[in-house]
């Protein structure tokens, strides 16, 4: 394999976050592939309904009323004490920026009155101030998703980054400093090692270690498991957010919080609204209260669910309605939702429809400085899948897709710092805190909505010794040999019970124990290495969980309800020292004790 002119970058990942580094790191100079496990656009951010907080004040048609200070003050509040404050400052000071890129790559928003009209910012629970730009009513993620998809066809269609499409992150490749250099990858029915300089990991979350999610059924936590397996230090994965109002259906789909935000209530079995005595902002509370109110009152009434009331939502005033109508008015502001709604044979404007929590976001990830680094030379991780320190224990309301497209840009800038074509220098940890290759072509989604079509780059990809056998699937040896075999269904269901919306500390030690005993599958399939990073993250889940003996932010136990303040700091894990490794074709033993990760003091 020759070597590239410029330095080789390897972005896996496709949402918000990867999307953004790879453009940006092609801009610089950088030599990118960009690596997507399904097509490009299964990802979270098409998911996202609600929008994108920013601080537009000085931007044209922004919000005026807005300001740095009180959008880091509802974010440090959100986040109930253990945010890094100066990651949030920066989150917040490149949010004008990040919007204006993301203009510039097509990104149409909502604005009043045609194209040079003020945006429409919405407000969401526990904003001060409407900041939340929107497009398409409910289709924000949707509408970014397809502009940075635009963007990439077009980079990828003229030669400045390559895409790797239906390819799976198997593991990381280190050399014998312990610097990555390239990761291991599924390419159908090819087991395929990629080389590369840095590698960034924007792989989303990991939802599906629960029943009920509202992510997409890639978010099986690949990167985090990547990045244990290799050493990287891991922070505040105790904080799981709960979204208070996933419809009680098939699907768990999500019915957006800007819904509350505009009118909409919460009323249980007999009809009272239940949030007015237990918060002062009732439905506008943070995620977390709403979220266990729900759960509290459900469990009251005997496990049925509550009610998300819309009835009484009509067009402001000045909308251009004579008569303003309820219907008409929920199906032009929220036109996914309502879609979705009616599809489960439901009339939202005539009658209240039962809603659930669902798994949604993991504050928690691989612990970076504010440009993307983590502790593990060559590594870099951004959006979901990191721990920046911005969302602290409660990530407030439509920062998600900020934080992936300014600490996207951000980590792209690092990379071309930190990254020569003559001399590569090892990244470094710049703020430890405390605080198929082959023929086949795949399809992804133009901005006309049609389908393009492209073959798979074979540049710079080499072939790992390895093969799967006939069926794609090869079988490595587990060195226990003993434990229960791994089952999802089972799995999830138990890490609902210990570490949902409501946790305690005999549930978490039991679900340790439990999860300890499960032995992994030991196929290299994309279903078998899916579970055997579900279990990784879950097992760090648990025990981060089951560490923090207090209730903060998403992370409630009953057993400690009260927060306390000398340990509102954040924590940091890896994997134990003693952990066994196998190299990197690795099937993650079975631990029978306790002590597979191993909690430090900083990075």
Not at 151 to 158: K, Y
Not at 177 to 192: K, M, P, T
Not at 416 to 428: F, M, S
Not at 444 to 470: E, K, M, Q, S, W
Request: proline share 7%; charged share 20%; with cysteine.
């Amino acid at each position: 394999m020759s070597t590239p002119p410029f330095p080789r970058v390897l972005v896996v990942g496709s949402g918000i976050a990867g999307l953004t580094t790879a453009l940006a790191a092609a801009g610089r100079g950088l030599d990118v592939v960009l690596l997507s496990k399904d097509v490009l656009d299964e990802t979270n951010t098409v998911r996202a309904q609600g929008g994108i907080a920013a601080m537009t004040a000085d931007l044209p048609g922004g919000q005026v009323r807005d300001s740095v200070a009180l959008h880091v003050r509802d974010t440090l509040g959100a986040g109930a004490g253990t945010c890094d404050d100066d990651a949030v400052r920066v989150l917040v000071q490149d949010s004008a920026a990040a919007v204006t890129a993301l203009v510039q790559h097509g990104v149409a928003f909502d604005r009043a009155d045609g194209p040079d009209s003020p945006w429409v910012e919405g407000l969401e629970g526990a904003h001060s101030v409407p900041r939340i730009l929107h497009a398409g009513g409910d289709a924000t993620g949707r509408e970014i998703q397809r502009a940075l998809v635009a963007a990439t066809l077009d980079a990828e269609a003229s030669g400045r980054l390559d895409v790797l499409r239906h390819t799976m992150l198997v593991d990381l490749v280190a050399d014998h400093h312990g610097s990555v250099r390239g990761a291991l990858v599924l390419d159908g029915d090819r087991l395929r090692e990629l080389r590369a300089d840095a590698v960034v990991l924007a792989t989303g979350g990991a939802g599906q270690l629960y029943p009920h999610t509202t992510n997409p059924a890639v978010a099986t936590g690949d990167g985090i498991a990547a990045a244990l397996r290799a050493g990287a230090v891991v922070a505040d994965l105790e904080f799981v957010q709960f979204h208070p109002t996933a419809l009680a259906a098939p699907g768990c789909f999500l019915v957006s919080e800007a819904v509350r935000g505009e009118g909409a209530v919460l009323r249980d079995a007999t009809g009272r609204r239940f949030l007015e005595g237990a918060h002062p902002l009732a439905e506008l509370a943070p995620r977390d209260v709403v979220a266990r109110e729900i759960v509290r009152r459900s469990l009251a009434q005997g496990g049925l669910p509550v009610l998300l009331d819309c009835t009484a939502m009509t067009a402001p005033a000045g909308a251009g309605h004579a008569e303003p109508d309820t219907a008409e008015h929920l199906a032009r502001r929220f036109p996914t939702i309502d879609a979705a709604v009616r599809a489960h044979g439901l009339d939202w404007s005539r009658e209240p429809v039962p809603v659930t929590p669902a798994a949604h976001y993991l504050m928690g990830g691989i612990a970076t400085d504010d440009r993307g680094r983590t502790s593990v030379p060559g590594l870099y991780a951004v959006g979901e899948c990191a721990a920046t320190g911005v969302h602290g224990a409660n990530r407030l309301a439509s920062n998600s897709l900020l934080e992936g497209a300014v600490f996207g840009a951000r980590t792209a800038e690092a990379l071309a710092g930190d990254l020569r074509p003559d001399d590569v220098r090892r990244p470094h940890w710049t703020r430890p805190r405390p605080t198929r290759a082959g023929a086949a072509a795949t399809a992804d989604l133009r901005a006309d909505g049609t389908d393009r079509t492209h073959p798979a780059p074979t540049r710079g990809v080499r072939r790992h010794p390895a093969r799967l056998a006939p069926g794609g699937v090869l079988t490595l040896p587990d060195p226990a040999g003993a434990g229960v075999p791994f089952d999802r269904q089972a799995f999830q269901a138990a890490m609902w019970a210990g570490a949902g919306v409501l946790r305690d500390g005999s549930g978490l030690e039991a679900l340790v124990h439990r999860l300890a005993a499960l032995r992994p599958p030991g196929a290299l399939s994309r279903p078998a290495v899916e579970d055997r990073n579900l279990l990784t993250v879950g097992r760090a889940v648990a025990a981060a969980a089951l560490h923090r003996t207090e209730s903060r932010g998403a992370h409630f136990r009953e057993d400690c309800p009260v927060p306390e303040p000398a340990r509102a700091g954040r924590t940091f894990w890896r994997r134990a020292r003693s952990a066994p490794r196998n190299g990197h074709l690795t099937t993650p033993s079975s631990y029978t004790h306790n002590d597979m990760f191993e909690r430090i003091s900083a990075c």
